[in-house]
């Protein structure tokens, strides 16, 4: 339900991401007027080392990159369970300590079988 | 008055990111609106008094998933690579029409109160959003917290396979290459860490 | 007309705030310099200002007069996004940060020593720092450069990968402070320095503190950036207002991953002793902060850098199972005291 007035603590919080863009891109746009430019085409090159370029560099990368993306997206899942968890803690009692220690351990499966099968390996 | 003109605001963008997500021929451009969608939603949950779903929102989807996105537009050259699905353009739009006459619809005609339980509007604002959801779901809701974890188990499992079929591909010499391309032409260094650092 | 002067307040905060993390910036590349040149028995910047002490002032306003060079095929409109992308998550982590214990009144207004009190607030800096890999990985993508989009690439799998532990270490000040407001997690340690949590959480300490370095890039974990290899990392092809923007967000993600720890695990602004309360709040959190910056420093003077697989399985195999082994012993422990 959207209530009248916002939740006033977090007006500070939008602000203050409103003013650090502003920094942000004033600070650029006000560089941009001040700057030396001189026009060189040899300059705009980017670097390998001293010689031209070969290739595109966007070229395909390892899956690697692709798998840790997708286990750090399962674990993350993972523990933001824990934070209202932790916050409750002492509310919950052992009903609550024993359903986080079945929880965390279906986590360690999920991670050991990741581990054996060379999921975390960076070869 | 403030909370209408900022739901607007943070609605807006919302929308206005979704459109540019799915309209921009630029994969790249897709994902940086799909971010600022989610910021925004994030900033409708604050509106909703709903803090930890908008911390969890950012640090989930806009942290981990998009992420993911990301790395997995990079498997392919995301700029070269126009993959503009136009054939599928007539079946969008009528679906998109279909969905959108039924939310007016469900926003306009329907009006469904539900009981005013425990946890009103005030009573959230008072004890935190996370304790509300940890009161709840700790105790009412564990046996949903289990199955959560139990399909995340699930979803590692299914990772785990992913990852192996890379690893095969790897072995064979070849870029895991998601966009079906094949080898890469000749003369390209086929895997550009190896051929960079030089281990 | 009260409004508008709450948010004129708000307003001359996030200025003051603003300037003072600038300010503390420029000078920790200063101190950096200066601490590695002595441990390196040299002398360091010296010419601009006595002892060099202008060096960052001519450092930042060289950077500002510097042509911005957008190389050949490379994307620009990404290219100029990504450092905006990377400084603002490294500074509105701050909002939430309480520097000290005092609210200064005057009439009904309050002027908190900190910029707002929200409930997750230390979720809030970890969703956004979380951002911050946006702004590297799309910079070194569009940068059209191999070694940029290689250090891009290496610098998003880390801190990804330094994300968890790290997430998982706060979780036990968490436990114990039953919150995640940072303000009232301070106020939890108060009463000497036996109560703060390093001494309870020695573990998540320590692990915090190592995968703070990996987030921030830093020495021993700073791959992405490793000059031996990649050149410059994701920013080799960056130059001018961009490239210290860049700079900027490192060394102010330094001070905000201290501030975090003073916070979660050096008890904030508290004393070490009740007798040391004369000496301001204020004070003892920037004392705080620059024991671990100087630690920081420290480390990157006297430990070489690992092998980027090394570091990879160090988050996974060791860092990961052993914070979760602490939130459980954590909250074993916890739970066996309150029923005592």
Not at chain 2, 116 to 126: L, Y
Not at chain 3, 241 to 261: D, P
Request: negative net charge.
């Amino acid at each position: 339900m959207l209530t009248n007035t916002p939740p006033i603590n977090y007006i500070p919080v939008f602000i203050f991401i409103v003013v650090s863009l502003i920094f942000g891109v004033g600070t650029l746009v006000l560089s941009y007027f001040v700057q030396t430019r001189i026009d060189d085409k040899e300059k705009l090159s980017t670097y390998e080392c001293g010689s031209e370029p070969i290739s595109d560099a966007r070229n395909p990368f390892p899956a690697r990159y692709y798998i840790i993306a997708m286990l750090f997206v399962i674990f993350d899942v993972e523990v933001a369970f824990l934070y209202p968890w932790a916050v409750v803690f002492d509310q919950i009692g052992l009903f609550g300590l024993l359903e986080m220690i079945i929880f965390i351990a279906l986590f360690l499966v999920a991670y050991v079988y990741a581990w054996k099968k060379g999921g975390l390996e960076w070869d | 008055m403030t909370a209408q003109l900022l739901f607007f605001y943070f609605g807006g963008m919302t929308v206005a990111g979704a459109i540019v997500a799915v309209a921009s021929p630029n994969l790249v451009y897709s994902a940086l609106a799909l971010l600022l969608t989610f910021i925004h939603i994030a900033g409708i949950y604050v509106l909703l008094n709903a803090e930890f779903i908008a911390a969890v929102q950012i640090i989930v989807y806009a942290g981990a998933i998009l992420v993911l996105y990301l790395f997995v537009l990079m498997l392919f050259n995301p700029e070269k690579e126009k993959l503009y699905l136009h054939r599928q353009y007539p079946v969008g739009i009528f679906l998109g029409v279909v969905v959108l006459c039924l939310m007016l619809f469900a926003a306009f005609k329907t009006e469904i109160l539900g009981q005013e339980g425990s946890f009103t509007v005030e009573a959230v604002r008072s004890m935190g959003h996370t304790d509300a959801i940890g009161r709840v779901l700790y105790t009412d809701y564990i046996f949903p917290f289990e199955i959560a974890s139990l399909i995340l188990l699930v979803a590692m499992f299914g990772s785990i396979l992913l990852a192996g079929r890379g690893r095969h591909l790897r072995k064979r010499g070849e870029a895991f290459d998601l966009s079906g391309g094949g080898t890469p032409p000749e003369g390209k260094p086929k895997r550009s860490d190896e051929v960079m650092v030089g281990r | 007309m009260d409004l508008a002067i709450r948010i004129g307040i708000v307003l001359a905060e996030i200025a003051a705030v603003l300037g003072v993390v600038l300010t503390h910036v420029a000078y920790l590349t200063y101190m950096e310099r200066k601490i590695l040149s002595d441990m390196q028995d040299r002398l360091g910047p010296m010419e601009v200002g006595p002892h060099g002490l202008l060096q960052p002032l001519a450092d930042g306003l060289k950077l500002f007069f510097k042509e911005d060079i957008i190389p050949t095929g490379a994307n620009k409109i990404i290219f100029s996004a990504a450092p905006i992308l990377v400084l603002i998550p490294a500074l509105i982590g701050f909002a939430v940060v309480p520097f000290g214990r005092d609210s200064l009144v005057i009439g009904e207004f309050e002027i908190t020593p900190y910029i707002t009190d929200i409930n997750v607030g230390i979720l809030y800096i970890l969703a956004f720092s979380s951002l911050g890999a946006y702004g590297v990985l799309l910079g070194g993508w569009a940068s059209n450069s191999k070694y940029s989009l290689l250090g891009g690439l290496r610098s998003a799998a880390q801190v990804i990968s330094y994300e968890l532990p790290l997430g998982l270490s706060l979780v036990g000040p968490i436990l114990l402070s039953g919150s995640l407001s940072m303000v009232t997690m301070t106020e939890a340690q108060g009463g000497g320095f036996w109560h703060w949590y390093v001494i309870t959480q020695p573990i998540a300490f320590v692990i915090y503190m190592i995968c703070a370095i990996a987030e921030t890039n830093r020495l021993p974990f700073d791959l992405p950036e490793a000059e031996s290899e990649l050149v410059a990392g994701f920013f080799t092809e960056y130059s001018g207002m961009r490239f210290s923007f860049f700079f900027l967000a490192e060394y102010a993600n330094m001070i905000l991953v201290s501030c975090i720890a003073v916070v979660a695990f050096l008890g904030g602004w508290q004393a070490p002793f009740s007798f040391m309360e004369f000496v301001p709040p204020i004070v003892w959190f920037l004392a705080k902060v620059y024991f671990l910056l100087f630690f920081y420093i420290w480390l990157r003077a006297t430990v070489p850098r690992l092998r980027f697989d090394q570091l990879m399985a160090f988050g996974w195999k060791v860092m990961l199972p052993l914070s979760l082994v602490n939130v459980l012993l954590t909250s074993i422990v916890k739970y066996f005291l309150n029923q005592m």
